[in-house]
């Protein structure tokens, strides 16, 4: 019994039955202009003239619902009153327009049914109860002439009226709210094309944490190590502490930028420029690890600007993140960097080669522990790489090595 009164009592019943009669007024101007050619030819007879204008009229919503802000607005309005989930419309496909003039024609339909209806209802059961001398009261509705007898039936029958308005609302309002998803939301068409705009927003966001993760990953690292070096040699040798923190200033300067960037393709705002670090960058990078005592060694081969743009960018990520690597887990040892750009029918070859301090295998050194793992790092590079087309190879080289193995088909252009 409780359910059946719910609807009476939902907010949404009644800016539902306000969106009908939007609909009812916002045709109204429509309606005059198809009147005209009735009224221009007054010897047809009433029947001929009034379908005519009903056609008419029906025409122009058509044509109104073909204007391609029509959907936006009418969808926006839905929402909005009749509180039923929308999502923004897509360009809908050549197939699916006639939905929003389908929309259109009912809703006008409904808003002139309900209006009319709950008006007449609402009108009467006010009237229903005014006080008069006798039967000479008269109501008139539609040609139709009540006489209604004062006392307790005229109250039953304004209640009655009154009840019967509400239920008008009520119905009108579940009819828009029913139709508003098959003829407003997203044909199957344009959930297939919702569906790739939101893969392909989550590809982007997922490249954009990549990068995050590499660039600041890096630099946390790197200004870790070089402000621990500064510090143990600020008194003995101050020139080479400044170098440190100069280093460290260089490369966190480079970090803010991409994080500044990353934060302005998430939040949907243009930066007004985006960092791009390639493999012609590489020397930077490996100049600024040099400042917190790594010792680099480096095997490059082939012209690194040669390398195409994409390609280029997704290397130097990938380099900084197996250096990144190697300073968290290695023992201090020299780092080896290879880069062969040389054979082009090859790929694209990437190294990074570090020691661990620790061995592997089955003598009395097997307990020192194994090789450790970067975890998400080593995890987001063999996406990264897989994502590329590429191969992809980390693990022991030897037993007190590690090595990040990476190829690239460079057929891949920007």
Not at 165 to 192: D, F, N, Q, T, Y
Not at 250 to 274: F, M, P, Q, Y
Not at 284 to 289: A, D, P, Q, S, V
Request: glycine fraction near 10%; aromatic fraction near 4%; charge should be positive.
């Amino acid at each position: 019994m409780t359910r059946a009164f719910r609807p009476f009592l939902r907010g949404s019943t009644y800016s539902g039955a306000l969106l009908a009669l939007l609909g009812a007024m916002a045709s109204a101007p429509l309606l005059s202009l198809a009147v005209l050619p009735a009224l221009a030819w007054r010897s047809a007879p009433y029947e001929v003239r009034a379908g005519l204008v009903l056609m008419i009229w029906a025409a122009l919503i058509t044509a109104v619902g073909f204007v391609p802000v029509t959907r936006r607005v009418l969808t926006a309005s839905a929402r909005r009153l009749l509180k039923v989930r929308l999502p923004n419309p897509a360009s809908p496909a050549r197939s699916d327009r006639l939905r929003t003039p389908a929309w259109l024609l009912l809703h006008v339909a409904l808003g002139w049914t309900g209006t009319l209806a709950g008006g007449v209802l609402l009108l009467t059961g006010l009237a229903l109860p005014q006080p008069g001398t006798g039967g000479d009261r008269e109501i008139v509705l539609f040609d139709r002439t009540l006489r209604p007898e004062p006392g307790r039936q005229s109250w039953v029958g304004a209640v009655v009226c009154v009840l019967l308005a509400l239920l008008v609302c009520v119905a009108v309002s579940g009819a828009l709210r029913w139709l508003a998803p098959r003829l407003l939301g997203p044909s199957a068409a344009e959930r297939l094309a919702l569906a790739a705009e939101r893969e392909r927003r989550l590809a982007e966001r997922n490249r954009l944490a990549h990068e995050l993760h590499d660039s600041i990953g890096h630099t946390l690292t790197a200004a870790t190590i070089q402000a621990a070096v500064a510090g143990e040699v600020l008194a003995a040798d101050p020139v080479a502490a400044r170098s440190a923190l100069r280093s460290i200033e260089e490369s966190t300067r480079a970090a803010l930028e991409d994080l500044d960037h990353v934060l302005g393709v998430l939040r949907d705002e243009r930066t007004e420029t985006a960092p791009v670090r390639t493999l012609a960058d590489l020397p930077e990078l490996l100049g600024r690890l040099r400042h917190t005592g790594a010792v680099i060694e480096t095997d490059l081969t082939g012209d690194l600007a040669q390398v195409p743009g994409m390609l280029s960018r997704a290397a130097y990520r990938i380099l900084q993140e197996g250096l990144t690597n190697a300073l968290r887990h290695g023992d201090g040892g020299p780092i080896r960097v290879e880069v062969d750009v040389a054979g082009a029918q090859d790929g694209l070859r990437l190294g990074v080669v570090n020691r661990t301090g620790r061995r592997t295998g089955t003598g009395p050194d097997a307990d020192r522990g194994v090789f450790p793992t970067s975890g998400h790092g080593l995890r987001g590079l063999a996406e990264r790489v897989r994502l590329l087309h590429g191969e992809f190879d980390a693990g022991p080289d030897g037993t007190e090595h590690w090595r990040l193995a990476v190829r690239l088909p460079v057929r891949l252009s920007a």
